[in-house]
């Protein structure tokens, strides 16, 4: 199986701060990946340095075989951000915010063609706010505006999507829409990285788990990565007596 992402030997300081030590992750291209670990674990220096969003003092990143500047060029990544990182009251509608997806693709004049309309009508028709399109962006639900995000990868075409807690501050209803399109994004081929600290979330949805404390404390199937022995590691014995899959098993 080709590799999706290959990050070897990882290193990223901010001042005299070590946020990541020597990550190693390979992930291979079409498979749901979960990075779990605490607040404050580098879980998003992660994501900033796969997206060439932050330089690494030490360690190389290739996506589908590239830089992360040639595949961000390319248009093959997408970001889900966390909601606190936009500012909702910028005023920009649904459709606008799918549209943003599309600017690769544009010509010279950057004005939307027939394609590009095309693109963003079926993206939200997959997100289910079709209904949407024309409202503002910050007048949404946190579960319908990290839809307008997954959405705006789709009209993209993106075929790498991280997604920075994607599932917090959501209902129930807009969290089972967004696993069920992953999970069809996963069947299209795409590969997917989840940033969370949710455990609850990842048996349902991820094919593979990092767990991340700086340095990485375990890489591998669910089953392996989510052991007792390999959760009290990360987070504490008390999240570890829980199964994942219970009401217990997130870290809030």
């Known amino acids: 199986m080709s590799a999706g992402i290959s ?13 990541l030590d020597d990550v190693t992750v390979d992930v291979p291209a079409g498979q749901v990946c979960g990075l779990l670990g605490m607040n404050g674990s580098g879980k998003s220096t992660l994501f900033k340095a796969l997206m060439g969003l932050v ?14 500047r040639q595949a961000r060029r390319e248009g093959l990544i ?23 997806g599309r600017y690769g693709h544009l010509g010279l004049t950057r004005r939307p063609r027939a394609a590009d309309r095309a693109a963003v009508a079926a993206a939200l028709e997959r997100v289910g706010l ?5 409202n503002p962006i910050g ?21 790498l999507l991280f997604l920075d807690e994607p599932f917090a ?5 807009s969290e089972a829409t967004i696993a069920e399109l992953l999970r069809a994004l996963r069947g299209e081929g795409r590969t997917i990285m989840i940033s969370t600290h949710d455990l609850a979330s990842v048996p349902a949805l991820c094919d ?15 089953d392996e990565v989510l052991a007792p022995e390999t959760l009290a590691r990360t987070f ?5 007596a829980a199964r994942p899959g219970d009401e217990a098993g997130g870290v809030r």
């Open 55 to 68: 330089r690494p003092d030490h360690g190389t990143i290739r996506l589908l075989g590239r830089s992360p």
């Open 7 to 19: 990050a070897h030997g990882v290193t990223v300081h901010y001042g005299e701060t070590l946020a």
């Open 78 to 100: 997408a970001y889900v951000p966390q909601s606190e990182a936009v500012d909702w009251t910028f005023p920009v509608t649904v459709a606008d915010v799918v549209m943003m």
């Open 236 to 240: 504490g014995a008390e999240v570890a």
């Open 169 to 173: 501050g959501v209902d129930k209803r």
């Open 130 to 134: 079709t209904d949407l399109a024309g």
């Open 139 to 159: 007048a949404l639900s946190g579960g319908q505006r990290k839809r307008a995000f997954v959405a705006r990868g789709i009209a993209q075409d993106a075929r």
């Open 208 to 222: 593979e788990a990092v767990l991340i404390q700086q340095r990485v404390i375990a890489h591998g199937p669910l």
